[in-house]
Nanobody, 115 residues
Framework: QAQLVESGGGSVQAGGSLRLSCTAS????????KAWYRQAPGKQREMVAV???????NYADSVKGRFTISRDNARNAVYLQMNSLKPEDTAVYYC?????????WGQGTQVTVSS
């Protein structure tokens, strides 16, 4: 059983919006810091946004002002609202939780932005 499941990816034109969701199946993930990463073809995986259990967010410079990370601890979920999308945002987006030094990843969801 997948422990992190992402959804909400798709194809949009530049300037459009998408909302990604990630639901965790393990209760031990509920209050941990959660993050979104992305990996474009031929590039390393990079952190996009991270949010602490208390709801404090941090963003990569490339997405500041366009993306918003949020979480719902009751639902054991984390979200990524992506606005003003650019072709360079095209990537597979992954949900991430770190517990006791172990990284847990979802299966990824593809986001494609056309110009």
């Amino acid at each position: 059983q997948a422990q992190l499941v992402e959804s909400g990816g798709g194809s949009v034109q530049a300037g459009g919006s998408l909302r990604l969701s990630c639901t965790a199946s393990r209760s031990s993930f509920r209050l941990n810091t959660k993050a979104w990463y992305r990996q474009a073809p031929g590039k390393q995986r990079e952190m996009v946004a991270v949010i602490t259990s208390g709801g404090n967010p941090n963003y990569a410079d490339s997405v500041k002002g366009r993306f918003t990370i949020s979480r719902d601890n009751a639902r054991n979920a984390v979200y990524l609202q992506m606005n003003s999308l650019k072709p360079e945002d095209t990537a597979v987006y992954y949900c991430n939780v770190v517990i006791f030094g172990t990284n847990y990843w979802g299966q990824g969801t593809q986001v494609t932005v056309s110009s």
